[in-house]
């Protein structure tokens, strides 16, 4: 397990050390990890995700506000959450919103989560999910992320 963490913080630091050359559209990926107090689940949990961004750089080399969308699961105290969010900021830093899902005791319900986290290959991430109205969980936590890129010129 140590080898593997190894082999993906080199990989993403280098990624993220040559995107930062050049615009492109990024792909990213890893685990995640929060402490889940308050709502109706509190709790450690654990999940992956997989986003998609598309980084614009200005003229001066600086980069403007980008956009993405990443979708995920997240497993806590035996409860499955899947998720996606409208993100925007930048791989390195940003926040994201969009609706959760979980089967529920009558079917699927749906909810609401926004995420804001800063890092380069290790985040801290804060996240609020409210499944029903008035029970909000609030979730700090880290994730591991991976990042491949593709520049534009392959378009």
């Given at each position: 397990?140590?080898?593997?963490a190894?082999?993906l913080?080199?990989?993403?630091?280098t990624?993220?050390?040559?995107?930062?050359?050049?615009?492109?559209?990024?792909?990213?990926?890893?685990?995640?990890?929060?402490?889940?107090?308050?709502?109706t689940?509190?709790?450690f949990?654990?999940?992956?995700?997989?986003?998609?961004?598309n980084?614009?750089?200005q003229d001066?080399?600086?980069?403007e506000?980008?956009?993405?969308?990443?979708?995920?699961?997240?497993?806590?105290?035996?409860q499955k959450?899947?998720?996606?969010?409208?993100?925007?900021g930048?791989?390195?830093?940003?926040?994201?919103m969009?609706?959760v899902?979980?089967k529920?005791?009558q079917?699927?319900?749906i909810?609401?989560?926004?995420?804001?986290w800063i890092g380069a290959?290790?985040?801290?991430?804060?996240?609020?999910?409210?499944m029903?109205?008035?029970?909000?969980?609030?979730s700090?936590?880290?994730?591991l992320?991976?990042?491949c890129?593709?520049p534009?010129e392959?378009?």
């Amino acid at each position: 397990m140590k080898y593997f963490a190894l082999i993906l913080a080199i990989i993403s630091s280098t990624a993220y050390a040559e995107s930062y050359h050049f615009e492109g559209r990024w792909l990213t990926f890893g685990p995640n990890f929060q402490y889940h107090f308050g709502g109706t689940n509190p709790g450690f949990g654990w999940g992956l995700e997989i986003g998609y961004w598309n980084l614009r750089e200005q003229d001066d080399g600086s980069f403007e506000m980008s956009y993405g969308i990443d979708v995920g699961f997240e497993n806590i105290q035996k409860q499955k959450y899947w998720y996606t969010e409208a993100q925007i900021g930048t791989p390195v830093i940003g926040v994201s919103m969009g609706p959760v899902f979980t089967k529920g005791s009558q079917g699927i319900d749906i909810g609401m989560q926004g995420s804001g986290w800063i890092g380069a290959f290790a985040y801290l991430d804060l996240r609020m999910r409210e499944m029903k109205i008035g029970s909000m969980d609030y979730s700090p936590g880290l994730f591991l992320r991976g990042a491949c890129m593709s520049p534009d010129e392959y378009y």
